[in-house]
């Protein structure tokens, strides 16, 4: 199983700001579709954004307009910059890397993000 490694999770107040950095192995980096769920306690894993190997991106309705997907090709990363945080993104978030051919799906362990009100 590949390993994607999350950072930047963490606490913070309402109306501020976070960054989420994923990092893969190049082989499936290159070739995958990149993405960013997110679980609340009791809830299902959602689809927060993603992004294609040529840079188009998909975002939930709900993060429109205030999250930023993005990915750094020279570095195998994928970013989240989470702007303007409510109570209600308060979640677990999770890396995905979603390879076409041969199919495969990659997660990574997590990292929680905690929005105060």
């Known amino acids: 199983q590949a390993q994607l490694v999350e950072s930047g999770g963490g606490l913070v107040q309402a109306g501020g700001s976070l960054r989420l950095s994923c990092a893969a192995p190049?082989?499936?980096?290159?070739?995958?579709?990149m993405g960013w769920y997110r679980q609340a306690p009791g809830k299902q894993r959602d689809l927060v954004a993603s992004i294609t190997r040529g840079g188009g991106t998909n975002y939930a309705d709900s993060v429109k307009g205030r999250f930023t997907i993005s990915r750094d090709n020279t570095k195998n990363t994928v970013y989240l910059l989470m702007n303007s945080l409510k109570p209600e993104d308060t979640a677990v978030y999770y890396c995905?890397?979603?390879?076409?051919?041969?199919?495969?799906?990659?997660w990574g362990q997590g990292t929680e993000v905690t929005v105060s009100s």
């Open positions: 995905n890397a979603d390879r076409p051919i041969p199919y495969a799906d990659f």
């Open positions: 190049g082989s499936i980096f290159s070739v995958s579709t």
